[in-house]
């Protein structure tokens, strides 16, 4: 079957850098997406990653390793405002997006 | 620019009762449209996406449907709501490219009583 793995839920410091894994067993690769999710709104889209290596946005960094099956998420000067839910999501050989169920990252100041 | 239009955002109906939810995407033509539900605490999971006009996939059995009776506009529909269709219904596009991010609207929150 198919599956994504991240942890359910992580906290950090406002000001602090945080690191969000997802490692990932799908039926192909076709790249993979990182979006954040505020409570009870929508997922809006952060990064996307499909060769090997850190792609950097702002304050916001992906990573991804294909031959692990392993991508990161960092995020740097971590303000109250990242506090959020981050989904990694991966899209098969269907081009068919398999998501995780989310990391909730609670910021304390 | 793009946007896309979900309504509507808070639904509560009775087990039983037939459901319509629409979402329209301006600013693009011929988009890849998607409908997902996510229940409390949970992923997305995929319930409908549409390549064209009168094109719809299916990937989880269930007592709901969906239409693209035009280009832009994607409707979930139901003939009679279970308890368990509760949750946060959302619409998505992206373009027809692979690698391509899908975009949501605002999300229905749908409640049945």
């Known amino acids: 079957g198919q599956n994504i793995d991240q942890p359910t839920e992580m906290t950090a410091t406002e000001g602090a850098i945080v690191q969000i894994n997802c490692t990932y067993q799908t039926s192909g690769f076709n790249g993979l997406f990182w979006y954040q999710q505020h409570a009870g709104e929508a997922p809006t889209f952060l990064s996307y990653n499909v060769l090997d290596g850190l792609e950097e946005k702002g304050r916001f960094s992906s990573f991804l390793s294909r031959s692990k099956g392993y991508s990161y998420l960092l995020l740097k000067e971590l303000q109250m405002k990242d506090s959020a839910s981050y989904l990694c999501a991966v899209r098969d050989s269907n081009y068919q997006l398999i998501w995780g169920a989310g990391t909730k990252l609670i910021i304390k100041p | 620019s793009q946007t896309i239009h979900q309504w509507p955002a808070t639904l509560v109906q009775p087990v039983g009762s037939p459901l319509s939810l629409e979402c329209t995407v301006e600013g693009t033509s011929n988009p890849n449209l998607y409908w997902y539900r996510q229940a409390a605490g949970r992923g997305l999971q995929l319930l409908f996406y549409?390549?064209?006009?009168?094109?719809i996939s299916s990937e989880v059995p269930q007592n709901l449907s969906a239409s693209r009776p035009q280009d832009r506009q994607f409707i979930l529909s139901s003939k009679k709501l279970l308890l368990s269709d509760s949750g946060f219904y959302l619409c998505?596009?992206?373009?027809?490219?692979?690698?391509?991010?899908?975009?949501f609207g605002d999300g229905t929150r749908l409640s049945i009583l």
């Open positions: 549409s390549v064209g006009i009168g094109q």
């Open positions: 998505a596009w992206s373009r027809g490219q692979e690698n391509q991010p899908q975009h």
